[in-house]
C-alpha cells in the first residue's frame, strides 16, 4: 500500500460539490499562491546574491575586473543547466511519486539524481582546468581581462560538483513539495556572500575571491539542507537508503536522464548561444562586455519571477498528474500563466521606463550606461515573452514531454538568435547586438503557444510510467 506523505494535493482546502468555478478557482489560486511565494523569493534571492557579488567587483575592484566576470557567464549557464536538466528530470518523477503516495520510489529517483550530479561535477571541475585558455580565447576575452578571466575561471570550475548538486538538490525538494528548505539554502549563500565575498576581494585572491566565496556558500547550503532533512525524519534525507540508492537501477537511471537530459540540453544550447555571442560582443571592448554583465544581471530580475511561476506549474501539475487528476492540471498552467505575465510585465515594465537608473546601481562610467541602457529598452519587453514560453514549457515537463520545449528553444537558438544577433551586428554595430535576443524570445513564445494549442493541450495526461 503507498505510504500517507504530504503533498499539495492533499494540504489543499476542500472544496464542496456545492462550490462554483469561481469559487473553486480562486481556492486553487490561493494554493498557487502560497507554494509560489518562496520559490519567488528563492529566486530573487539568486538574484541578490549574483548581483551582491557583481556590485562588489565593480565598486572595490573596477569595471575591468567585473567585465573580467562577465566572461564566465555563459559557461555558468551551461554548469547550472546540468543541474537544472537533472533537477527537473528527478523533480517531475519525484512530484508525481510524492503525490500518488509513493515516497520510497521518489527517494530512488532523487538518488539517482544525486549520483549523477556528483559524477559530472566532478568530470567537469578536472576537465574545465585545461580548458579555461581554450575557452576563453572561444569567447574572444579583450586582452586587457584576460588573466583575471582565466584565474577566476578556474577557481569557480573547481567548485562545480557543489554548484550542480547544490541545484539538483533544491530542484528535487521542491518535486516532493518543499520550497521552504531551498529557499533558506539560498538565504545563507547570500548570508555567506554579503559577508565573505568584500573581505576575499581584498586579500590577494583579488577577483576569484568571489568564486571562493561563492563556492563557501554552496557547500555551507548542502551541509544546512542534509542535517536538516536528517533530523526531520524526511523521506529524501541523506542515509543508508539513499546511500545504497546512488548506484541507481538501470530503469530508474534511465527515468531520471529521459526527463532530465532534453533540459540539460535545452539550457545548455543556451549557454553555448552566449559564448557565440559574447564572442561577438567581446569584440566591441571591455566597455560593451560590462555592459554585457548589466544586461545579464538585471535581465535575471525579470526572468525569475518567471521562473517561479514556471517551478510551481510544474511542481503543482506533476503533483495533480501523479495523483490523476488531470483536469486540475490544466487549470494550474491557466492561473500560471495569468499570474506569470502580471508579474515579469511589471518589472520589465519598470527597468523599461528607467534603464539609466539601473545602470547606475551598478557602475558609473558614462559609455557603459548607454550601452546597457539601450539593451534594456531593446531586450526587456521580449523577456516576457520568453518567461512565459517557459511557463508553458514548465507544463509540458511536468506531464513527461521534455522533448518538445527542448525542440523549440533549440530551433529558435540556431535559426533566429544567432543569425539575427550576427545580422544586427554587422549593420548596426553594438547597439545592433541586442535585437537577436528580442527576436529569439519572441519566437520562442510563439513556437510554445503553437505546440500548446495544436498538440499538448489535446493530449492526455497522465503519469510518466
Known amino acids: 500500500m503507498p505510504r500517507e506523505v504530504p503533498s499539495i494535493e492533499k494540504q489543499e482546502t476542500y472544496v464542496s460539490p456545492d462550490q462554483t468555478d469561481d469559487d473553486a478557482t480562486r481556492t486553487l489560486l490561493k494554493s498557487f499562491l502560497i507554494f509560489m511565494l518562496p520559490v519567488l523569493m528563492d529566486c530573487v534571492l539568486q538574484s541578490i546574491a549574483s548581483t551582491i557579488g557583481n556590485v562588489y567587483i565593480g565598486r572595490l575592484l573596477g569595471a575591468e575586473d567585473l567585465a573580467a566576470a562577465s566572461t564566465f557567464y555563459p559557461l555558468l549557464l551551461i554548469l547550472v543547466s546540468c543541474g537544472v536538466g537533472l533537477g527537473s528530470g528527478a523533480s517531475v518523477l519525484v512530484g508525481q511519486l510524492w503525490g500518488a503516495g509513493h515516497p520510497e520510489r521518489a527517494r530512488a529517483m532523487a538518488s539517482a539524481a544525486v549520483a549523477v550530479s556528483i559524477v559530472l561535477g566532478g568530470v567537469v571541475a578536472i576537465a574545465g582546468q585545461w580548458a579555461v585558455w581554450p575557452m576563453l580565447r572561444l569567447f574572444s576575452v579583450p586582452a586587457n581581462i584576460t588573466d583575471h578571466a582565466a584565474q577566476y575561471c578556474r577557481v569557480f570550475l573547481a567548485g562545480t560538483p557543489a554548484l550542480i548538486l547544490v541545484v539538483t538538490v533544491a530542484i528535487t525538494l521542491r518535486g516532493a513539495g518543499d520550497n521552504i528548505r531551498p529557499l533558506v539554502m539560498m538565504g545563507l549563500q547570500i548570508v555567506v556572500s554579503l559577508v565573505v565575498t568584500p573581505i576575499l576581494l581584498k586579500t590577494s585572491l583579488g577577483l576569484s575571491g568571489a568564486a571562493v566565496a561563492a563556492i563557501l556558500g554552496w557547500v555551507l547550503a548542502l551541509l544546512l539542507a542534509g542535517i536538516w532533512l ?14 545504497r540508492e546512488l548506484v541507481p537501477q538501470r530503469q530508474v537511471l534511465w527515468s531520471v ?3 532530465g537530459f532534453p533540459a540539460m540540453v535545452e539550457v545548455a544550447t543556451q549557454g553555448l548561444a552566449e559564448i557565440v555571442l559574447v564572442g561577438r560582443i567581446n569584440g566591441f ?5 560590462a555592459a ?3 544586461f545579464t544581471q ?3 530580475y525579470i526572468e525569475y519571477p518567471g521562473m517561479a511561476v514556471g517551478i510551481t506549474v510544474s511542481v503543482m501539475c506533476s503533483h495533480a498528474i501523479g495523483a490523476r487528476n488531470p483536469q486540475r492540471a490544466r487549470e494550474i498552467l491557466r492561473i500560471g500563466f495569468l499570474v506569470g505575465l502580471l508579474m515579469t510585465g511589471a518589472l520589465a515594465a519598470i527597468v523599461m521606463l528607467i534603464p539609466e537608473t539601473v545602470s547606475l546601481l551598478f557602475t558609473s562610467n558614462p559609455h557603459v550606461i548607454a550601452l546597457a541602457s539601450h539593451a534594456f529598452r531593446a531586450v526587456m519587453g521580449s523577456a516576457v515573452l520568453l518567461s512565459m514560453g517557459g511557463v508553458l514549457g514548465s507544463a509540458m515537463r511536468a506531464s513527461g514531454d521534455s522533448v518538445a520545449p527542448m525542440g523549440i528553444m533549440l530551433g529558435c537558438i540556431a535559426f533566429v538568435e544567432l543569425p539575427a544577433g550576427y545580422l544586427f551586428a554587422h549593420y548596426y554595430g553594438a547597439w545592433g547586438v541586442w535585437f537577436g535576443y528580442t527576436a529569439s524570445f519572441s519566437a520562442v513564445f510563439l513556437a510554445s503557444v503553437a505546440y500548446w494549442a495544436l498538440r499538448w493541450r489535446h493530449r492526455p495526461l497522465v503519469p510518466v510510467q
Do not use: D, W
Not at 536528517?230 to 546511500?243: T, V
Open 230 to 243: 536528517k533530523q526531520s525524519g524526511h523521506e529524501l534525507a541523506p542515509g543508508l537508503g539513499m546511500l
Open 257 to 259: 536522464i529521459r526527463l
Open 285 to 289: 571592448g571591455s566597455e560593451m562586455t
Open 292 to 294: 554585457y554583465g548589466l
Open 298 to 300: 538585471t535581465l535575471t
